[in-house]
DNA sequence: CGCCCTCTTGAACCAGTTCAAGCGCAGTGG
DNA sequence: CCACTGCGCTTGAACTGGTTCAAGAGGGCG
């Protein structure tokens, strides 16, 4: 058990940057979870007492409408961190944050995170970063929603999420592509198409996952925007 | 002058919620600054020196893509603050802001921002909620981007904007629509479509901006979503 | 084996884009 | 004073990416 923690600590962007002290402070109440695919971390409305380290599996963040649709926000891979946002500021869960695989998280309740944000000058400004770096990336998503058409932004999802191996690339994704597509804003149907597409580029379903034999390819297709507007003025 | 500084410290979220000592600490070297519709504060690549407050005026925050697509990723009104955490980070800019319209820009070194954080630990919280409150209104756009069809996109945007006036709403939009579009994830020519078709729930152009005669209609425009999709399993 | 679930495929359809033309208006210069 | 031009905005018609609806293939499991 106490090692597990330990391993958190190495993986963990956060608690990497922490001092050992820090570090040991955040651990003393730290909880791991198992969670079985489909339960959830946190609900919308929930109050936030904890902040999260994913250990193992995926988890998504969704909203859902009063009218019952739903929208993925993110979607978190192992090594990320999430729920942080709400649990510090002491709100209520704005949110919710299902278990997309099995999963192993790391609860760190907010008291200890505040507590060690007093005691520690540099945590605060370590979960400061943080904070302004899931910005970045929520920047980038927006971005990416906003200019590229759906094959591109699969291409994109791919590459972040590729490991090499050997010649080539995989992207292991142990979950139902149903997700993938919403969290790309596209319905099932058109994720399936875009895949077609993405075969012409080198895209290929494996039993390991999906395999990219050629990254440069993926990369040169996200390069260049199709609807390449320069009306822009002012 | 200062009377000036006072008052953006009283419109301000960041700096309404300091100390008044951690204010006036901040507001030493803090320096006003006029800027013509459109010239930039920063521009991407640029060291981050400062962040903002905006006394007046609009600030788009836009990104170029290397073969030439620009994105806006968002859109500041009078009163917001901006690039706040690429200074604090002490990285280069990974964005241009430019004015939108003549602005006028309350700049407060990052330097004077890192100091007040470690004499005042409750202005390290107030960064560290504005940072997670601007990841809220970012999540918000993703979700209306990823869910809502043009035309809801634009009833959102003018529900925000909003100003109640007399038996109606203003929408007081003093740059072009173009703009607009762009921000929305529309083509010009497609948000000038979608204000047609708003016509028939109320929105109309007159010559002091957008009025808007019934608020619960477009809400309820926004409230039901076409594409919904309960398809959703794990 | 049949059932369920995920994923794919096909065909019709629709929202939003593209390209092109036209309007109203402010600025400019004869 | 008025033609000329440029710009922001709108409108129309053809087109396209993505959706919808419906059907079918393949795999895991009782």
């Given at each position: 058990m106490q090692s597990l923690i330990a391993a958190a600590a190495t993986r963990c962007p956060v608690l990497s940057k922490a001092s050992s002290a820090s570090r040991e402070a955040l651990m003393r109440h730290a909880v791991l979870r198992r969670l079985d695919r489909g339960s959830c971390v946190f609900t919308h409305g929930d109050a936030a007492e904890s902040g999260y380290v994913l250990m193992e599996g995926w988890i998504k963040i969704t909203r859902t409408q009063p009218c019952g649709a739903i929208s993925i926000l993110t979607l978190h891979a192992p090594g990320e961190t999430f729920g942080f946002s709400d649990s510090i500021r002491r709100l209520s869960r704005k949110a919710t944050a299902e278990a997309a695989t099995a999963c192993t998280v790391l609860s760190v309740s907010a008291r200890s995170i505040c507590q060690t944000m007093r005691n520690d000058p540099n945590f605060g400004d370590t979960i400061l970063g943080h904070a302004f770096q899931q910005n970045d990336s929520l920047l980038e998503q927006l971005e990416t929603l906003k200019i590229y058409s759906g094959v591109q932004r699969l291409a994109c999802f791919l590459i972040r999420h590729a490991k090499p191996d050997q010649e080539r690339h995989i992207v292991r994704?142990?979950?139902?592509?149903n997700l993938v597509a919403h969290y790309l804003g596209l319905k099932p149907e058109s994720l399936s198409r875009s895949f077609a597409r993405l075969k012409e580029h080198g895209v290929r379903t494996v039993p390991e996952g999906i395999e990219i034999s050629d990254l440069d390819a993926l990369n040169a297709l996200v390069g260049d925007i199709a609807g390449l507007d320069l009306r822009m003025t002012a």
């Amino acid at each position: 058990m106490q090692s597990l923690i330990a391993a958190a600590a190495t993986r963990c962007p956060v608690l990497s940057k922490a001092s050992s002290a820090s570090r040991e402070a955040l651990m003393r109440h730290a909880v791991l979870r198992r969670l079985d695919r489909g339960s959830c971390v946190f609900t919308h409305g929930d109050a936030a007492e904890s902040g999260y380290v994913l250990m193992e599996g995926w988890i998504k963040i969704t909203r859902t409408q009063p009218c019952g649709a739903i929208s993925i926000l993110t979607l978190h891979a192992p090594g990320e961190t999430f729920g942080f946002s709400d649990s510090i500021r002491r709100l209520s869960r704005k949110a919710t944050a299902e278990a997309a695989t099995a999963c192993t998280v790391l609860s760190v309740s907010a008291r200890s995170i505040c507590q060690t944000m007093r005691n520690d000058p540099n945590f605060g400004d370590t979960i400061l970063g943080h904070a302004f770096q899931q910005n970045d990336s929520l920047l980038e998503q927006l971005e990416t929603l906003k200019i590229y058409s759906g094959v591109q932004r699969l291409a994109c999802f791919l590459i972040r999420h590729a490991k090499p191996d050997q010649e080539r690339h995989i992207v292991r994704l142990p979950f139902n592509k149903n997700l993938v597509a919403h969290y790309l804003g596209l319905k099932p149907e058109s994720l399936s198409r875009s895949f077609a597409r993405l075969k012409e580029h080198g895209v290929r379903t494996v039993p390991e996952g999906i395999e990219i034999s050629d990254l440069d390819a993926l990369n040169a297709l996200v390069g260049d925007i199709a609807g390449l507007d320069l009306r822009m003025t002012a």
